[in-house]
Protein backbone atom coordinates (compact mmCIF):
# COMPACT_ATOMS: atom_id res chain seq x y z
CA UNK A 1 0.00 0.00 0.00
CA UNK A 2 1.24 3.39 -1.19
CA UNK A 3 2.29 5.53 2.31
CA UNK A 4 -0.71 7.56 2.59
CA UNK A 5 -0.88 10.44 5.65
CA UNK A 6 -4.09 11.12 5.64
CA UNK A 7 -5.79 8.64 8.16
CA UNK A 8 -9.03 8.79 6.35
CA UNK A 9 -7.51 7.86 3.11
CA UNK A 10 -5.42 5.57 4.60
CA UNK A 11 -8.74 3.35 5.80
CA UNK A 12 -10.18 3.85 2.76
CA UNK A 13 -7.74 1.73 0.95
CA UNK A 14 -7.83 -1.37 3.87
CA UNK A 15 -8.72 -4.23 2.15
CA UNK A 16 -11.32 -4.88 5.36
CA UNK A 17 -13.37 -2.52 7.21
CA UNK A 18 -15.18 -3.57 10.66
CA UNK A 19 -17.49 -0.83 10.56
CA UNK A 20 -21.14 -0.76 9.03
CA UNK A 21 -22.63 -2.70 6.49
CA UNK A 22 -19.98 -1.88 3.26
CA UNK A 23 -19.39 1.68 1.61
CA UNK A 24 -22.09 4.12 1.51
CA UNK A 25 -22.30 4.25 -2.88
CA UNK A 26 -25.06 3.57 -5.57
CA UNK A 27 -25.39 -0.06 -4.41
CA UNK A 28 -27.03 0.35 -1.65
CA UNK A 29 -29.73 1.94 -3.34
CA UNK A 30 -29.91 -0.24 -6.59
CA UNK A 31 -29.99 -2.97 -4.33
CA UNK A 32 -32.99 -1.90 -2.67
CA UNK A 33 -34.79 -1.39 -6.37
CA UNK A 34 -34.02 -4.51 -8.04
CA UNK A 35 -36.71 -6.26 -7.44
CA UNK A 36 -38.87 -3.57 -7.44
CA UNK A 37 -41.93 -3.84 -10.19
CA UNK A 38 -41.54 -1.07 -12.87
CA UNK A 39 -44.93 0.20 -12.58
CA UNK A 40 -45.13 1.03 -8.88
CA UNK A 41 -46.50 4.10 -8.29
CA UNK A 42 -45.20 7.33 -6.54
CA UNK A 43 -46.29 8.85 -3.35
CA UNK A 44 -47.21 12.57 -4.08
CA UNK A 45 -46.93 14.82 -1.35
CA UNK A 46 -47.54 12.14 1.17
CA UNK A 47 -49.89 10.36 -0.20
CA UNK A 48 -50.59 7.40 -2.46
CA UNK A 49 -50.26 3.36 -1.38
CA UNK A 50 -46.40 3.03 -1.09
CA UNK A 51 -46.20 5.38 1.56
CA UNK A 52 -48.99 5.10 3.48
CA UNK A 53 -48.67 1.16 3.48
CA UNK A 54 -45.21 2.00 4.73
CA UNK A 55 -46.13 4.16 8.01
CA UNK A 56 -49.10 1.66 8.67
CA UNK A 57 -46.44 -1.24 8.90
CA UNK A 58 -44.20 0.98 10.82
CA UNK A 59 -47.35 2.25 13.26
CA UNK A 60 -47.65 -1.79 13.67
CA UNK A 61 -44.72 -2.38 14.54
CA UNK A 62 -44.08 0.29 16.96
CA UNK A 63 -47.26 -0.02 18.67
CA UNK A 64 -48.52 3.36 17.88
CA UNK A 65 -52.14 4.62 16.28
CA UNK A 66 -50.60 5.89 13.05
CA UNK A 67 -46.96 7.25 11.89
CA UNK A 68 -45.62 9.70 9.33
CA UNK A 69 -42.39 9.02 7.34
CA UNK A 70 -40.00 11.69 7.34
CA UNK A 71 -37.00 13.18 5.09
CA UNK A 72 -35.13 13.49 7.96
CA UNK A 73 -35.17 12.63 11.69
CA UNK A 74 -33.95 16.18 12.51
CA UNK A 75 -36.86 17.52 10.68
CA UNK A 76 -38.95 15.14 12.84
CA UNK A 77 -37.92 15.46 16.34
CA UNK A 78 -37.64 19.57 16.11
CA UNK A 79 -41.70 18.90 15.03
CA UNK A 80 -42.44 16.25 18.15
CA UNK A 81 -41.21 18.46 20.19
CA UNK A 82 -42.79 21.91 19.15
CA UNK A 83 -46.35 20.22 19.07
CA UNK A 84 -45.97 18.97 22.52
CA UNK A 85 -44.85 22.20 23.41
CA UNK A 86 -47.77 24.18 22.03
CA UNK A 87 -50.19 21.49 23.60
CA UNK A 88 -48.64 22.69 26.79
CA UNK A 89 -48.65 26.36 25.52
CA UNK A 90 -44.98 25.88 27.56
CA UNK A 91 -41.89 26.43 25.19
CA UNK A 92 -39.69 24.25 27.82
CA UNK A 93 -38.43 20.60 26.66
CA UNK A 94 -35.57 18.34 28.81
CA UNK A 95 -32.89 16.29 27.30
CA UNK A 96 -29.49 14.78 28.40
CA UNK A 97 -26.58 17.37 27.66
CA UNK A 98 -24.86 15.58 24.73
CA UNK A 99 -28.38 15.47 22.88
CA UNK A 100 -28.55 15.53 19.08
CA UNK A 101 -30.42 18.61 19.25
CA UNK A 102 -28.11 20.27 21.39
CA UNK A 103 -25.32 19.23 19.59
CA UNK A 104 -25.53 18.64 16.10
CA UNK A 105 -28.00 20.85 14.70
CA UNK A 106 -27.23 24.55 14.96
CA UNK A 107 -29.57 25.15 17.35
CA UNK A 108 -32.39 24.54 15.19
CA UNK A 109 -34.84 24.00 18.28
CA UNK A 110 -33.95 27.16 19.81
CA UNK A 111 -33.77 29.44 16.63
CA UNK A 112 -36.59 27.99 14.48
CA UNK A 113 -38.82 27.51 17.30
CA UNK A 114 -37.81 29.03 20.41
CA UNK A 115 -37.57 26.06 22.61
CA UNK A 116 -35.91 26.44 25.70
CA UNK A 117 -34.01 23.21 26.31
CA UNK A 118 -33.35 21.79 29.78
CA UNK A 119 -29.97 19.68 29.98
CA UNK A 120 -30.38 16.97 32.19
CA UNK A 121 -27.72 15.06 34.35
CA UNK A 122 -24.26 14.93 33.80
CA UNK A 123 -23.07 14.99 30.17
CA UNK A 124 -20.75 11.73 31.11
CA UNK A 125 -24.00 9.41 32.55
CA UNK A 126 -27.42 8.36 31.79
CA UNK A 127 -30.35 10.30 32.75
CA UNK A 128 -31.76 8.99 35.54
CA UNK A 129 -35.63 9.19 37.69
CA UNK A 130 -34.22 11.46 40.20
CA UNK A 131 -33.10 13.83 37.49
CA UNK A 132 -36.20 14.41 36.47
CA UNK A 133 -37.99 14.31 39.53
CA UNK A 134 -35.48 17.20 40.54
CA UNK A 135 -36.01 19.28 37.67
CA UNK A 136 -36.92 22.70 39.45
CA UNK A 137 -39.08 23.67 35.76
CA UNK A 138 -41.77 22.83 34.55
CA UNK A 139 -41.23 21.18 30.89
CA UNK A 140 -43.76 19.92 28.44
CA UNK A 141 -41.56 16.84 27.36
CA UNK A 142 -38.59 15.34 28.29
CA UNK A 143 -36.67 13.48 25.43
CA UNK A 144 -35.09 10.10 26.52
CA UNK A 145 -32.21 8.72 24.00
CA UNK A 146 -31.83 4.96 23.42
CA UNK A 147 -29.33 4.35 22.85
CA UNK A 148 -27.19 7.36 24.30
CA UNK A 149 -24.86 7.34 21.39
CA UNK A 150 -22.42 10.00 22.79
CA UNK A 151 -21.53 8.33 25.85
CA UNK A 152 -20.80 5.14 23.89
CA UNK A 153 -24.00 3.69 23.25
CA UNK A 154 -24.98 2.87 26.93
CA UNK A 155 -28.81 2.40 28.16
CA UNK A 156 -30.99 2.67 31.36
CA UNK A 157 -32.44 -0.55 32.78
CA UNK A 158 -35.69 -1.61 31.54
CA UNK A 159 -37.54 -0.79 35.29
CA UNK A 160 -35.85 2.73 34.75
CA UNK A 161 -37.54 3.81 31.79
CA UNK A 162 -40.87 2.32 33.48
CA UNK A 163 -40.17 4.83 36.18
CA UNK A 164 -39.63 7.62 34.28
CA UNK A 165 -42.62 6.74 31.84
CA UNK A 166 -45.03 6.63 34.79
CA UNK A 167 -43.70 9.78 36.77
CA UNK A 168 -43.72 11.57 33.32
CA UNK A 169 -47.31 10.32 32.93
CA UNK A 170 -48.48 11.51 36.46
CA UNK A 171 -47.35 14.90 36.06
CA UNK A 172 -48.55 15.76 32.45
CA UNK A 173 -44.74 15.71 30.90
CA UNK A 174 -45.14 14.57 27.51
CA UNK A 175 -42.42 11.14 26.88
CA UNK A 176 -40.55 11.56 23.55
CA UNK A 177 -38.45 8.30 22.22
CA UNK A 178 -35.15 9.26 20.19
CA UNK A 179 -35.05 5.85 18.95
CA UNK A 180 -32.49 6.29 16.05
CA UNK A 181 -30.66 3.13 17.19
CA UNK A 182 -34.64 1.79 18.55
CA UNK A 183 -34.01 -1.48 16.73
CA UNK A 184 -30.35 -2.17 17.80
CA UNK A 185 -31.35 -2.19 21.05
CA UNK A 186 -33.80 -4.58 21.27
CA UNK A 187 -31.84 -7.87 22.06
CA UNK A 188 -30.70 -6.41 24.93
CA UNK A 189 -33.78 -4.92 26.46
CA UNK A 190 -35.24 -8.36 25.12
CA UNK A 191 -38.33 -6.90 24.59
CA UNK A 192 -40.10 -5.72 21.41
CA UNK A 193 -40.25 -2.26 19.79
CA UNK A 194 -43.81 -2.14 20.27
CA UNK A 195 -43.35 -2.94 24.10
CA UNK A 196 -40.45 -0.17 24.71
CA UNK A 197 -42.83 2.35 22.66
CA UNK A 198 -45.70 1.51 24.71
CA UNK A 199 -43.56 4.08 28.00
CA UNK A 200 -43.07 7.45 25.35
CA UNK A 201 -46.08 9.35 23.99
CA UNK A 202 -43.88 9.85 20.53
CA UNK A 203 -41.29 7.69 19.05
CA UNK A 204 -38.86 8.63 16.43
CA UNK A 205 -36.65 5.68 14.51
CA UNK A 206 -34.37 6.35 11.49
CA UNK A 207 -33.56 4.36 8.55
CA UNK A 208 -30.08 4.74 7.59
CA UNK A 209 -28.42 4.11 10.28
CA UNK A 210 -28.47 0.25 11.89
CA UNK A 211 -30.05 -0.79 9.13
CA UNK A 212 -28.23 0.87 6.59
CA UNK A 213 -31.23 2.56 4.00
CA UNK A 214 -30.41 6.06 1.96
CA UNK A 215 -32.20 8.40 4.25
CA UNK A 216 -35.73 8.76 5.76
CA UNK A 217 -37.73 8.69 9.41
CA UNK A 218 -40.77 7.45 11.03
CA UNK A 219 -42.33 9.59 13.51
CA UNK A 220 -45.03 7.79 15.43
CA UNK A 221 -47.66 8.32 17.64
CA UNK A 222 -51.53 8.75 18.25
CA UNK A 223 -53.51 10.39 15.65
CA UNK A 224 -54.02 13.85 16.26
CA UNK A 225 -50.26 14.11 17.16
CA UNK A 226 -49.39 12.48 13.44
CA UNK A 227 -51.61 14.75 11.79
CA UNK A 228 -50.46 18.06 12.98
CA UNK A 229 -46.84 17.20 11.99
CA UNK A 230 -48.42 16.05 8.54
CA UNK A 231 -48.91 19.76 8.41
CA UNK A 232 -45.89 20.96 10.52
CA UNK A 233 -43.38 18.92 7.79
CA UNK A 234 -45.14 20.91 5.13
CA UNK A 235 -43.98 23.93 7.08
CA UNK A 236 -40.35 22.60 7.32
CA UNK A 237 -40.63 21.82 3.48
CA UNK A 238 -40.27 18.30 4.21
CA UNK A 239 -43.32 17.33 1.79
CA UNK A 240 -41.43 16.70 -0.97
CA UNK A 241 -43.35 15.98 -4.05
CA UNK A 242 -42.23 12.11 -3.97
CA UNK A 243 -40.56 10.29 -1.11
CA UNK A 244 -40.46 6.62 -3.02
CA UNK A 245 -36.45 6.71 -2.83
CA UNK A 246 -36.34 6.65 0.66
CA UNK A 247 -39.69 4.55 1.31
CA UNK A 248 -38.46 1.54 -0.88
CA UNK A 249 -35.08 1.54 0.65
CA UNK A 250 -36.08 2.13 3.95
CA UNK A 251 -38.53 -0.91 3.99
CA UNK A 252 -36.11 -3.21 1.94
CA UNK A 253 -33.25 -2.81 4.21
CA UNK A 254 -35.91 -2.63 7.46
CA UNK A 255 -37.05 -6.31 6.24
CA UNK A 256 -33.21 -7.14 5.73
CA UNK A 257 -31.23 -5.93 8.65
CA UNK A 258 -33.67 -6.11 11.81
CA UNK A 259 -33.61 -9.75 11.76
CA UNK A 260 -29.68 -9.78 12.23
CA UNK A 261 -29.56 -7.27 15.50
CA UNK A 262 -29.02 -10.29 17.61
CA UNK A 263 -26.39 -11.38 15.30
CA UNK A 264 -24.62 -7.64 15.18
CA UNK A 265 -25.26 -7.40 19.19
CA UNK A 266 -22.46 -10.75 19.70
CA UNK A 267 -20.29 -9.68 17.37
CA UNK A 268 -19.91 -6.32 19.03
CA UNK A 269 -19.76 -8.01 22.60
CA UNK A 270 -17.23 -10.20 20.70
CA UNK A 271 -15.07 -6.87 19.34
CA UNK A 272 -15.57 -5.53 22.68
CA UNK A 273 -13.61 -8.32 24.49
CA UNK A 274 -10.79 -8.40 21.56
CA UNK A 275 -10.04 -4.52 22.98
CA UNK A 276 -10.39 -5.10 26.30
CA UNK A 277 -7.90 -7.64 26.50
CA UNK A 278 -5.00 -4.84 26.12
CA UNK A 279 -3.22 -2.84 27.99
CA UNK A 280 -3.73 0.85 26.92
CA UNK A 281 -7.21 -0.07 24.74
CA UNK A 282 -10.52 -0.02 26.33
CA UNK A 283 -13.90 0.46 25.44
CA UNK A 284 -17.28 2.38 26.41
CA UNK A 285 -19.23 0.50 28.50
CA UNK A 286 -17.02 -2.48 28.70
CA UNK A 287 -19.82 -5.31 27.50
CA UNK A 288 -21.82 -3.39 24.45
CA UNK A 289 -25.65 -3.36 25.33
CA UNK A 290 -26.16 -2.71 21.31
CA UNK A 291 -23.98 -2.67 18.21
CA UNK A 292 -22.26 0.10 18.99
CA UNK A 293 -19.82 0.90 21.11
CA UNK A 294 -16.61 3.67 22.14
CA UNK A 295 -12.96 2.73 21.70
CA UNK A 296 -10.65 4.28 24.16
CA UNK A 297 -6.46 4.36 23.09
CA UNK A 298 -4.39 5.78 26.01
CA UNK A 299 -2.39 7.98 23.60
CA UNK A 300 -2.39 11.31 22.12
CA UNK A 301 -4.94 11.70 18.85
CA UNK A 302 -1.57 13.02 16.98
CA UNK A 303 0.37 9.81 17.73
CA UNK A 304 -2.52 7.70 17.72
CA UNK A 305 -2.89 8.30 13.88
CA UNK A 306 0.34 7.82 12.88
CA UNK A 307 0.21 4.42 14.68
CA UNK A 308 -3.44 3.09 12.95
CA UNK A 309 -1.90 4.47 9.44
CA UNK A 310 1.04 2.03 10.21
CA UNK A 311 -0.87 -0.84 11.49
CA UNK A 312 -3.71 -0.21 8.37
CA UNK A 313 -0.16 -0.42 5.38
CA UNK A 314 0.86 -3.59 7.11
CA UNK A 315 -2.17 -5.58 7.79
CA UNK A 316 -4.95 -4.07 5.02
CA UNK A 317 -7.60 -4.42 7.98
CA UNK A 318 -9.48 -0.67 9.05
CA UNK A 319 -10.82 -0.18 12.31
CA UNK A 320 -11.75 3.52 11.88
CA UNK A 321 -10.76 6.95 9.25
CA UNK A 322 -11.24 8.88 12.19
CA UNK A 323 -10.00 9.88 15.79
CA UNK A 324 -11.37 12.26 18.83
CA UNK A 325 -9.02 13.98 21.40
CA UNK A 326 -11.10 13.00 24.64
CA UNK A 327 -8.00 14.85 26.71
CA UNK A 328 -4.31 15.11 25.95
CA UNK A 329 -3.41 11.75 26.44
CA UNK A 330 -6.43 10.17 24.78
CA UNK A 331 -8.55 9.77 22.10
CA UNK A 332 -11.09 7.29 20.84
CA UNK A 333 -13.92 6.37 17.98
CA UNK A 334 -16.97 5.17 17.64
CA UNK A 335 -17.68 1.26 16.61
CA UNK A 336 -21.03 0.43 15.09
CA UNK A 337 -21.44 -3.30 13.77
CA UNK A 338 -23.05 -4.79 10.87
CA UNK A 339 -22.37 -6.81 8.10
CA UNK A 340 -18.89 -5.85 7.44
CA UNK A 341 -17.73 -7.35 10.95
CA UNK A 342 -18.98 -11.15 9.55
CA UNK A 343 -16.15 -10.92 6.51
CA UNK A 344 -13.25 -10.29 8.84
CA UNK A 345 -10.75 -13.09 9.54
CA UNK A 346 -10.50 -12.93 13.35
CA UNK A 347 -7.30 -13.93 14.29
CA UNK A 348 -6.05 -11.35 11.69
CA UNK A 349 -8.64 -8.51 13.80
CA UNK A 350 -6.77 -10.01 17.08
CA UNK A 351 -3.63 -9.51 16.10
CA UNK A 352 -4.02 -6.08 14.32
CA UNK A 353 -5.60 -4.80 18.07
CA UNK A 354 -2.76 -6.26 19.59
CA UNK A 355 0.00 -4.47 17.25
CA UNK A 356 -1.90 -1.42 18.21
CA UNK A 357 -1.62 -1.80 21.73
CA UNK A 358 2.07 -2.87 21.81
CA UNK A 359 2.81 0.51 19.72
CA UNK A 360 1.02 2.96 22.35
CA UNK A 361 3.31 0.51 24.71
CA UNK A 362 6.23 1.25 23.24
CA UNK A 363 5.26 4.83 22.28
CA UNK A 364 4.90 5.00 26.30
CA UNK A 365 8.02 3.96 27.56
CA UNK A 366 9.94 5.95 25.25
CA UNK A 367 8.34 8.84 26.54
CA UNK A 368 9.06 8.05 29.95
CA UNK A 369 13.20 7.07 28.85
Known amino acids: MTKINNLF ?15 RNIHVLKEAFQEVDDHLESDIYGNGKIIIDFQEKMASYLGKETAVFFPSGTMAQQIALRIWCDKK ?43 VVDM ?8 LELPQREIGGQLPDFETLEEISNYCRKKGIKLHLDGARLFEVLPFYN ?24 AGAILAGEKDFTEESK ?47 CQAISTIPREPVSNMFHVYFQAPKVDMEKVLIDVYEQTGIGLTGYVNKKTNKTCYFEVNIGDQYAMLPKEKVKKVIQMIDEQIIRSTFTEME
Not at 9 to 23: D, L, V
Not at 198 to 210: A, E, I, M, P
Open 9 to 23: ESFRQTQYQINGHGK
Open 89 to 131: ELKKVAYHPLCHLEIHEENGLKELHHIEPILLADKNRLIKLDD
Open 136 to 143: QQDIACLL
Open 191 to 214: KTAAEICSLFDSVYVSFYKGIGGI
Open 231 to 277: IWKRRHGGDLISLYPYIISADYYFKEKCPKMEQYYEDAKELASFFNS
